[in-house]
């Protein structure tokens, strides 16, 4: 968790206090200086830039990711760029940071330069706070937040209510299991692609077919879970 006297930390409490819109950017592959106007933080983590804009809009967002994955392509190199926005209810830094960092993992996968955006933030903040669970969450200005801002605000003695909610609990387990798949599936993918490249003994068209079936697998279970997370979302805001 982060301290109180992080710099990066004490802007991101001071921008959820009056209201700003922001977003964390998880990225990998892009180097040198990063071409941005809007006020940035940067920090390195697991050897990936992890950039905290505390005042862009979701579309300046998208618009920023993507212009850093043209740079790279231009370049020659690769960028993977996972993005996580702030929310209606107040969420822990950590959580954002979590979200972006698995929309990288996803954008891994999609080619030399791409964004993805998990949006797994209720599963990631119910599993944080478990973990650790006298982490305070900032506190909130209202001045207006991003589309996603019609979710309902959750209280602490809302979240108190919706965790003990059985479909709640069956439908995280659900999710970390689909989860747990999809890394499987990302590991597998990667090391046959690994013996592909490196000239493995396997037979190309065998190596081919294999391929094609994990990449079928690991797009359903994305199409799964982001529909349980759907699931999850209501059901949290029904319980709030």
Known sequence: MFSLLDPLFQRYLA??????????LWIEGLRGRLSC??????????????VYLPELAPEQAFALARAWCEEARGAGGT????????????????TLMEVAREGAEVARHQGLTAVAHSELYDLVQRRLQRQFPHARLPVRGKAPRSPAGARAEATP????????????????????????????????LASLRAERDAGGTGLPSLLAVREQELDARRQALFEVIFEENRSLQAHLRRAN
């Open 79 to 94: 960028c993977h760029i996972g993005l996580a926005l702030t929310q209606a209810e107040p969420l822990l830094l950590e």
């Open 15 to 24: 921008a959820e206090a009056a209201g700003q819109q922001g977003c964390v």
């Open 157 to 188: 003695e809302a979240a108190v209510e919706s965790a003990s909610d059985p479909r709640i609990a069956q439908l995280e387990r659900r999710l970390e299991k689909l989860l747990a798949e999809l890394r499987e599936k990302d590991a597998e």
């Open 37 to 50: 106007d809007a006020e940035h933080l940067e920090l390195s983590r697991a050897g990936a830039r992890v």
